[in-house]
Structure formats: structure tokens, C-alpha cells
């Protein structure tokens, strides 16, 4: 599998990143081990979760997907073949929220403690806290890496403007900097990454790993009418994206699909992958046969004629 250096952090990963946060939602203990014993089997090498997944099931309090995955590190002794990401900010309930020193530090600690590992290789800011001054924020994140708790970090969800009064600083003080960001970019979503904020990570070399590179789903083509949503999990997130646009996107992938032999999945992906700054797409998948289709988009190169079709169609 040819690895792809992750910015400046100083690792390096499959074009692909597992997403942690089905487990133990809409994929059960067993379904999850297999997924993740598939995924890393096959060469492929990064998982994301975040602290405060899934925070947002009935009866769930958050860490429940780290708890999962550090079971299954516990289990299988994959520790070294994994870069392990999470992240920290998020709403944990009477546990806090946000970017304070003291919230990062208590945070990192419970999250090394549910996935039984003694470093994260990737330690992420969910969201901008700016209650917070930037400097505590990138100080606490600093310790963390001196310590040896967390091999890189980086950020999530940060405009250009902040990402780059936080790269400033931590170059002023001497902290370490971030060095990947997790953006929200898709083909029906480009508006969050693309201009400022993607010509910054090329021009500051930020591996950039985007979230809902498949839209919640919509850019598998699942999702058609809003008949199709009924009883999904993901209707919410889906649901605007059923309009004209959206759907001359998708009649536009199903053609390339076609010809190219291949799912509207992993045009989608491979769309993603070709972008300018992208190190790899974050996905996630509550079934083999999902992940099967998944990790095949790494192979397939569009043309520069599905390219331009593309962007047209999703400017």
C-alpha cells in the first residue's frame, strides 16, 4: 500500500482514514472488529475517532468508540501497525467541553485510558474554542507532545483565518505547530475548504484528511428520493442535499461510474482524492461489503474529462 506523508507530522498513511464514529452505533462490537481487521489486513493504516463519539445515542455518554477500538487493540496487538487519531473539544457532558488547558489535559488522559494505548500518534482540536485564548490552547497541546502522550496535533473544523493566527503563534512562541487539518469537504459540500482555507494547508504543507467525504452517504447514490431516507440514521444529514443540484451530481457520477467501471462510491472518493492538499478521505463503514467497495476507490485514477465534469456539475 503506498503511504502518503501526512503534512509535516512526520506520518505518514495509507490514501485512505477509517472513521470511528459507527462504532457501537450503527455498527454492533463484532461488526466493528471485523471492519477494523479488514481495513488494517489489507494495508491500510489510520483510524479517527473523537471523545466525544457517539455522544448523540440515547443512553451513550461519549468514549464509546475509543472504548471499542482500544478493546480491540487490547485484543489483536495492531498498536504498531495503526496511526491512531482522535480528538478532543467536543460536548462530554458534566465532563466539560472546549479548549482550556485543564479540559485537554483531563481529556487526553481518558482517551489514552478507553483505547489502552500509552500515545496518540494524532491528538485534534474538534472544534475552535474561542472562549479560550489561543495561546493556552496551543500551550496545553505543546505539553502533550513534549511529553511523549501525542506524536502529532492538529485541528478540526478551524477557518483559514484562526488556523492561521494559530500556525503565526506557534511559530512566535515556539510550540509545536498543527500540522494536519480535518476539514468537512465533499463534492455536494466545497465551499468550507475550498479558497483560503485549501490554499493555506498547500502553502504551510497541513496534511489534510477530510470528514463526510461521502456526504452522510448521499455520494454513494443510496439516497435517490425522500422515500429512500425512511428509517435511515442519517435522513437528517441527507435530506438537503435531495435537490436539483444534488442530483445532477449524482445522474453525473453514475455516468462516469459506468464508464469507468466502477460505484458511485469510489468516483466520489477518487474525486476527493485528486483534490490539491488532500492526504486522505475519512470514511466509515458499518459492513465488509461497504468496506470492500470503500477501500477499491484508492485504485481508480479519473480522467481529466470526469474531472472537469465534476467540478462543473458541484461549482
Not at 17 to 23: A, D, I, M, Q, T
Request: proline share 3%; hydrophobic share 40%; charged share 25%.
Amino acid at each position: 500500500m503506498q503511504k502518503r506523508k501526512l503534512g509535516g507530522s512526520g506520518l505518514e498513511i495509507a490514501p485512505l482514514v477509517l472513521g470511528g464514529n459507527v462504532f457501537r452505533w450503527t455498527a454492533d462490537a463484532k461488526s466493528s472488529f471485523a471492519i477494523l481487521d479488514t481495513f488494517i489486513d489489507r494495508g491500510f493504516n489510520c483510524i479517527d475517532t473523537a471523545d466525544v463519539y457517539s455522544t448523540w445515542v440515547e443512553g451513550h455518554q461519549g468514549g464509546e468508540s475509543e472504548g471499542l477500538i482500544g478493546e480491540w487493540l487490547a485484543q489483536t496487538g495492531k498498536r504498531d501497525k495503526v496511526v491512531l487519531a482522535t480528538k478532543v473539544g467536543g460536548d462530554m457532558g458534566a465532563f466539560g467541553k472546549g479548549l482550556s488547558r485543564t479540559h485537554i489535559i483531563l481529556s487526553v488522559e481518558a482517551s489514552l485510558k478507553r483505547l489502552q494505548t500509552d500515545y496518540i500518534d494524532l491528538y485534534q482540536a474538534h472544534f475552535d474554542d474561542p472562549s479560550v485564548p489561543l495561546e493556552e490552547t496551543l500551550e496545553a497541546f505543546d505539553s502533550l507532545k513534549k511529553s511523549g502522550k501525542v506524536r502529532a496535533i492538529g485541528a478540526s473544523n478551524y477557518v483559514a483565518e484562526r488556523l492561521k493566527e494559530a500556525l503565526g503563534m506557534s511559530r512566535d512562541k515556539g510550540f509545536a505547530p498543527f500540522t494536519v487539518l480535518q476539514p468537512h469537504y465533499n463534492l455536494v459540500n466545497r465551499s468550507l475548504f475550498e479558497g483560503a482555507l485549501q490554499d493555506l494547508c498547500i502553502t504551510e504543507n497541513l496534511g489534510v484528511i477530510p470528514y463526510y467525504a461521502l456526504a452522510g452517504g448521499f455520494l454513494t447514490g443510496k439516497y435517490r428520493s425522500v422515500k429512500d431516507l425512511e428509517g435511515s440514521a442519517r435522513a437528517g444529514t441527507v435530506y438537503h442535499y435531495l435537490d436539483p443540484r444534488g442530483l445532477d451530481i449524482l445522474a453525473e457520477l453514475d455516468k462516469i461510474a459506468g464508464r469507468l467501471n466502477a460505484s458511485v462510491t469510489q468516483i466520489s472518493l477518487a474525486w476527493l482524492l485528486a483534490q490539491k492538499g488532500v492526504t486522505a478521505p475519512i470514511v466509515s463503514a458499518t459492513s465488509l461489503a461497504q468496506l470492500e467497495d470503500l477501500m477499491w476507490s484508492v485504485d481508480i485514477k479519473l480522467d481529466n474529462e470526469a474531472l472537469r465534469r465534476l467540478n462543473l456539475v458541484s461549482a
